[in-house]
Every structure is written in structure tokens, then in C-alpha cells.
């Protein structure tokens, strides 16, 4: 096993737990956040070059949205236009155009009614980093005592 395998298989676990926390918080509607959800995981020989994206609404569930600077219709309208989808994949009863006004106006605020926050938090936090270094650590500290082990062995 290689560093680069440990981080691959520790973001491949990641982004599952990130799934289970996006669902578990009842955030799913057309699941194209966790369609959306890529590791990589790229080994330089020098460096370990490691990311998780996704699509760019994770932003507005995990902070939420400030309210438009300008407050015009056409905002309200086309951001309608978007709710629209989102209330059929969500399967409730709003009207698309009245939510958006009100998002246009307002912002959503998270943690809030509807988001009790943390989809990402929730999993991505310092203990989460932690236990990556602890991993990866772990690794290095065999490797060196492989390394010192067979020094001795020669000598």
C-alpha cells in the first residue's frame, strides 16, 4: 500500500459518508450533489495532491444564500425558473415563484428550518483531519522502521 492509496481509499470513504450526511439531513432532491461528488487524488512523487468537488449549490446548503443585492422580478424569475425543477424533484407543494422571491429578498439562512446545517462540516472537520495524518503517519512511521530495520540487518 502507498500513501497515495491511503489518501484515495480515506476520500473514496469520504465522499460516502458525505452522501449519508447529505440524505440523512434530508437535503436530496435531484441528487445531483451526489452525482456530482469526484475524488482525486494525483502523487507527484514529491506531493500528494488531493481534492473532493462537487456541484457548486454544496455551497448554499452548507452556508446558505445572502439575499440579492438587487431585488428585481427578473431575479425573482429566473431564479424561479430553477425552483421549478427543484420542487418537482423534491416532490412538495410550493410555488416555485413564491419561494423565490422570498429567497431573492431574504437569502436562506442555514442552520435554519429546512437545514439543520453541516453536510459537509458534519464529515470535513479537524477530527476528520486528524485521522487522515494519523493514517498517513502511521504509513510513514512502518516505512521508516522498514527502512532503519533493514540498515541493520546489512551492517
Do not use: C
Request: hydrophobic share 35%; charged share 30%; glycine share 8%.
Amino acid at each position: 500500500m502507498s500513501a497515495k492509496n491511503i489518501v484515495q481509499y480515506y476520500l473514496d470513504s469520504t465522499k460516502s459518508d458525505l452522501i449519508k450526511n447529505y440524505e440523512r439531513l434530508g437535503l436530496r432532491a435531484s441528487g445531483r450533489y451526489a452525482k456530482g461528488l469526484e475524488v482525486a487524488v494525483k502523487d507527484s512523487g514529491k506531493k500528494i495532491r488531493a481534492s473532493i468537488t462537487s456541484e457548486g449549490h454544496v455551497h448554499f446548503m452548507q452556508y446558505g444564500r445572502s439575499a440579492n443585492k438587487q431585488q428585481t422580478a427578473k431575479q425573482a424569475r429566473s431564479l424561479g425558473k430553477i425552483l421549478e425543477q427543484w420542487v418537482k424533484d423534491k416532490g412538495i407543494d410550493v410555488n416555485p415563484y413564491a419561494a423565490a422571491w422570498k429567497i431573492v429578498r431574504e437569502g436562506i439562512k442555514v442552520p435554519g428550518k429546512h437545514n439543520a446545517g453541516g453536510v459537509v462540516t458534519d464529515v470535513i472537520n479537524d477530527e476528520w483531519e486528524q485521522r487522515l495524518y494519523d493514517k498517513l503517519g502511521s504509513f510513514y512511521l512502518q516505512d521508516i522502521k522498514a527502512v532503519v530495520n533493514k540498515e541493520f540487518q546489512y551492517k
